[in-house]
């Protein structure tokens, strides 16, 4: 099963490890969460406790593999013990977890993961995303986020996070009335002005009991 790994996304120098351990180094999350993930394993190589969600057909099978926690075992870059898990199924219906227990939420090209799962992310948690269907977009209109910083992806080794001159991004290049309806039904993110790699918001208050029962 791990030649899905290798076919995805080593292969290809598209593991984005270097991500994952600028986003450790600065803000060292013990639980996280990637919705969408696929096969995407590389957040297990630096995190100890991590989430994995997917609908895809039989994915389940490679999160079963021993061949797939060998891998990880032998290459992972912290002292603990792994610990991960895989719920086949839509991100976007009710997850066996506990609410507001995640410290990082992962976006990558997965849809509007940061409004699915937010009641998930503890209150000062982190969502880091990118804008390939919106996800950033999203983000960036919710009053529940705050735009913290970005990243650029320099090799698959090397990310830079920043948050200098935040005011520069997010800026559309044309005149537009940004909508959470226009970005549904458009499933693309906003052209920008300028346009990082991927974008850090964090959530600023604890989800509403009624936000939370409008989610379920």
Do not use: W
């Given at each position: 099963?791990?030649?899905?790994?290798?076919?995805?996304?080593?292969?290809?120098?598209?593991?984005?490890?270097?991500?994952?351990r600028?986003?450790?180094?600065?803000?060292?999350?013990?639980?996280?969460?990637?919705?969408?993930?696929?096969?995407?394993?590389?957040?297990?190589?630096?995190?100890?406790?991590?989430?994995y969600?997917?609908?895809?057909?039989?994915?389940?099978?490679?999160?079963?593999?021993?061949?797939?926690?060998?891998?990880?075992?032998?290459?992972?870059?912290?002292?603990?013990?792994?610990?991960?898990?895989f719920?086949?199924?839509?991100y976007?219906k009710?997850?066996?977890?506990?609410?507001?227990?995640?410290?990082?939420?992962?976006?990558?090209?997965?849809?509007?993961?940061?409004?699915?799962?937010?009641?998930?992310?503890?209150?000062?948690?982190?969502?880091?995303?990118?804008?390939?269907?919106?996800?950033?977009?999203?983000?960036?209109?919710d009053?529940?986020y705050?735009?913290?910083?970005?990243?650029?992806?320099?090799?698959d080794?090397?990310?830079?996070?920043?948050?200098?001159?935040?005011?520069?991004?997010?800026?559309?290049?044309?005149?537009?009335?940004?909508?959470?309806?226009?970005?549904?039904?458009?499933?693309?993110?906003?052209?920008?002005?300028?346009?990082?790699s991927?974008?850090?918001?964090?959530k600023?208050?604890?989800?509403?009991?009624?936000?939370?029962?409008?989610?379920?």
């Amino acid at each position: 099963m791990l030649h899905l790994y290798k076919k995805f996304h080593s292969q290809k120098d598209y593991t984005s490890i270097g991500l994952f351990r600028a986003i450790k180094e600065q803000f060292n999350p013990q639980k996280v969460l990637y919705p969408g993930c696929y096969v995407h394993i590389t957040p297990s190589l630096v995190f100890s406790d991590v989430t994995y969600v997917d609908s895809f057909r039989n994915t389940h099978k490679f999160y079963e593999s021993d061949e797939v926690r060998v891998f990880i075992d032998k290459n992972k870059e912290y002292a603990e013990a792994v610990h991960f898990k895989f719920h086949q199924q839509d991100y976007a219906k009710p997850l066996p977890e506990e609410l507001e227990s995640f410290d990082l939420v992962i976006s990558q090209y997965g849809g509007f993961v940061g409004q699915a799962v937010k009641k998930y992310l503890k209150k000062g948690g982190i969502l880091v995303c990118n804008n390939s269907h919106g996800d950033a977009s999203m983000a960036s209109i919710d009053p529940d986020y705050e735009f913290i910083g970005v990243y650029n992806r320099k090799s698959d080794e090397k990310f830079n996070i920043s948050d200098g001159n935040l005011d520069e991004y997010l800026v559309p290049k044309k005149e537009i009335t940004i909508t959470k309806k226009y970005l549904q039904e458009t499933m693309r993110g906003i052209g920008y002005t300028k346009s990082p790699s991927g974008y850090l918001f964090r959530k600023n208050k604890k989800s509403s009991k009624m936000e939370i029962l409008n989610r379920l």
